[in-house]
């Protein structure tokens, strides 16, 4: 039996493909159309997934999609009615996309030839169905995000293939939009630099008693001891408008909205630490109480939110849990994987039977495929004699400082760089985190870069939680780093002295583990820079093209491409500057 | 060949300006439909003190939760798109 999961028109639109209740294929749409958090209905991502299983539209059994179109319209309407008159521009420039597309869904499915049925699944469901794919039989479940239909904070809990979400928060009170406004207010894109702002808050005042701007925004919500919360919206105007912070949030945090050509201050660094103290404090509550509710000892972690991998490296510490699961993609782009394992286990009724454990779902390419287009655009390149090889050259380049573009076997899934189209280098050089800022990756200096560890190695180098999460494996928690380490990795080492670290194990991807292995014979310590191969603005790489393109407008010195290495200096010829082109 | 493009320039020109005014039938449109359809029946609410969001805050409520219960749905209900 298959299942198609599709997510669309609203943030990451992505495809997942079940066979038997197992993941067989993933991805998003934005990874073929080469357009940052592409939206739009996932026709390539969909085309992928049924040409992974050799099999065609007509052979999909159900298709579920990750939300109710028409609750969600209905949201819409009431703010419309709410905010009138003030919507009025709101309405004017949304209203026509709703008519479009949003509510065309089945219109869209059916155009690409499927005629069975369809099941519309409520948004946070999509979420909080990462349970189904988690190790865990038994589970509380929360689900944070911007807002689904109408829900913006759910929580609940999941038992063998059913799941029940009992409470919410609903719009427009949402953690989510709160963290967006601010985002906003500090000169960020909206939906795409929260994590920014996650990393800028290392540079603020972590001090509750002595930052500023944490009492002020405790103005703004209103939390109570069980978690929940609701916000004064006067600080805001999204539920009317198609901006986010108000001008009394602006005389609040004591200025306008940081232009984004403008200078980062201390200011606006104490901002983004105040906001990252009050989620955690609310997301803190939230889960403390739902342990009194749940009595569980697991917790699955959903929604956008949780990609706050700052917050949720504190989660265990500060609250019962004795574990934590997250899926690859928490937030909207893995709905689509949600919706599909959903109607397979609980509206279908089928026993689970698939644990994720790895985030490797996405396209490959065979060495014959990479061979045809490397010769076929004339590009020199160097044939290694086995994986042993490989692996061997690969670590010797990276101990020699030279930054790899490194692409192998299946795209992972979600928004983050594992080990299949990464881009590698040494951590114990102190100079590649300015190197890969400013000349590869075209972006902010303030931004960190992670290091990836073996599975077993991540407690010598990490004050992580024991035993070692599995979000770790999807790059979901920061740790300190241990303070003996901090010198010696210093590329890897954030201002306040954490990692966002990923771990790998010999099962997960032996080639990448092999690798990382090898670099630790040659240095001592077994870890690389990892971070995701695409420049600034653009998404991470899916095609031989795609890599070898990115390298030529990068300062990356070579590719490894399934068996094969090329140089960029032998092939200077194609070189051209990706710089312009890098956006926020 | 130079007719080609003067015709294929005349076909741009005339996409352009349906566009143009679809874009000011449109704005039209949806200003009546805004202003009667959302105006009117926001007025009545207001005058009759419905709500259709939860602006406030109140600080006397113990809790901000509420009931959700969602996950008991029978097979049928995922047909829906409500």
New interface residues.
């Given amino acids: 039996m298959y299942i198609l999961g599709i997510s669309c028109f609203y943030h990451d639109a992505s495809a997942a493909l079940l066979k038997d209740g197992k993941v067989v294929a993933a991805a998003q749409e934005e990874r073929f159309t080469r357009k940052k958090h592409d939206i739009s209905f996932p026709y390539k991502a969909i085309e992928f997934c049924l040409k992974s299983r050799n099999i065609t539209i007509k052979d999909i059994d159900y298709i579920g999609f990750y939300e109710?179109?028409?609750?969600k319209f209905?949201r819409m309407?009431?703010?419309?009615?709410?905010?009138?008159?003030k919507?009025?521009k709101s309405?004017?420039r949304n209203?026509?996309v709703w008519f479009i597309e949003k509510l065309r869904?089945?219109k869209f499915i059916r155009k690409i030839g499927y005629t069975k049925?369809?099941?519309?699944?409520?948004h946070?469901?999509a979420h909080a169905a990462s349970f189904l794919m988690s190790p865990f039989e038994k589970s509380a479940i929360v689900s944070v995000d911007g807002v689904g239909e109408w829900?913006t904070t759910?929580y609940?809990y999941g038992e063998k293939n059913?799941?029940?979400?009992?409470?919410?928060?609903?719009?427009?009170?949402s953690l989510g939009l709160l963290y967006s406004a601010i985002t906003a207010y500090l000169g960020f894109t909206v939906n795409n630099s929260e994590y920014k702002i996650m990393g800028l808050s290392a540079y603020g005042n972590m001090n509750k008693k002595t930052n500023p701007y944490y009492e002020k925004l405790k103005q703004v919500i209103?939390v109570?001891e069980?978690g929940?919360?609701?916000?004064?919206?006067d600080y805001f105007v999204y539920?009317y408008r198609n901006k986010m912070p108000s001008e009394k949030l602006c005389s609040l945090l004591g200025g306008n909205i940081k232009k984004p050509y403008e200078e980062l201050t201390q200011r606006h660094k104490d901002i983004a630490a105040a906001l990252q103290l009050v989620i955690e404090e609310i997301i803190m509550k939230i889960v403390n109480f739902l342990y009194k509710e749940t009595k569980s000892e697991n917790l699955i972690l959903s929604g956008g939110v949780a990609l706050n991998s700052v917050c949720n490296g504190k989660i265990l510490r500060n609250t019962p849990f004795k574990k934590i699961w997250i899926q690859p993609d928490p937030g909207d782009g893995g709905t689509s994987l949600g919706a599909a394992q959903y109607?397979y286990n609980?509206?279908?009724g089928n026993k689970r039977n698939y644990v994720l454990e790895n985030a490797y779902l996405g396209p490959v390419y065979s060495d014959e495929e990479i061979k045809n287009f490397l010769d076929k655009n004339n590009i020199k390149y160097f044939v290694f004699k086995n994986s042993r090889d490989l692996v061997k050259k690969t670590a010797q380049l990276i101990f020699d400082d030279k930054v790899i573009g490194w692409f192998q076997g299946k795209m992972e899934w979600g928004p983050r760089a594992l080990g299949a189209r990464s881009i590698l280098a040494n951590p114990c050089n102190p100079n590649a985190q300015a190197l890969l800022n400013e000349k590869v990756k075209h972006r902010e200096k303030f931004r960190p870069f992670a290091p990836v560890v073996c599975e077993e190695d991540a407690m010598k180098y990490f004050e992580c939680d024991d035993p070692l999460p599995l979000p770790t494996d999807f790059m979901l928690m920061v740790y300190p780093v241990k303070k003996e380490w901090r010198k010696k990795i210093p590329s890897v080492v954030h201002v306040d002295g954490s990692g966002r670290l990923q771990t790998i194990s010999k099962e997960q991807n032996s080639l990448y583990y092999s690798l990382i292995k090898e670099f630790g014979e040659i240095s001592k310590i077994p870890m690389l820079i990892n971070t995701s191969f695409n420049i600034r603005g653009e998404p991470i790489v899916c095609t031989p093209y795609d890599a070898y393109s990115c390298m030529m407008g990068t300062e990356i010195d070579y590719l490894v491409i399934g068996n094969f290495l090329i140089s960029r200096k032998e092939n200077i010829g194609n070189a051209w500057n990706s710089e312009r082109y890098a956006r926020d | 060949m130079k007719w080609k493009e003067f015709f294929n320039g005349i076909k741009k020109g005339q996409k352009a300006f349906g566009e143009d005014i679809a874009q000011i039938v449109?704005?039209i449109v949806?200003?009546v439909?805004?202003i009667i359809g959302?105006?009117i029946?926001?007025?009545i609410?207001k005058i009759v003190g419905k709500?259709?969001?939860?602006?406030?805050?109140?600080?006397n409520?113990?809790?901000?939760?509420?009931?959700?219960?969602?996950?008991?749905g029978k097979?049928e209900e995922?047909?829906?798109?409500?």
């Fill in positions: 109710k179109p028409l609750l209905e309407l009431h703010q419309h009615l709410e905010m009138f008159p919507s009025y309405f004017i209203i026509p869904v089945l049925s369809v099941f519309f699944v409520h946070h469901i829900t759910a609940g059913k799941i029940m979400l009992q409470k919410e928060i609903q719009f427009p009170h209103d109570k069980d929940s919360y609701r916000l004064d919206m539920h109607v609980t509206i279908l | 449109n704005l949806l200003s439909v805004y959302i105006g029946t926001s007025l609410a709500h259709f969001l939860e602006l406030n805050m109140d600080k409520k113990k809790s901000y939760w509420e009931e959700l219960q969602l996950g008991i097979k995922y047909y829906r798109q409500f």
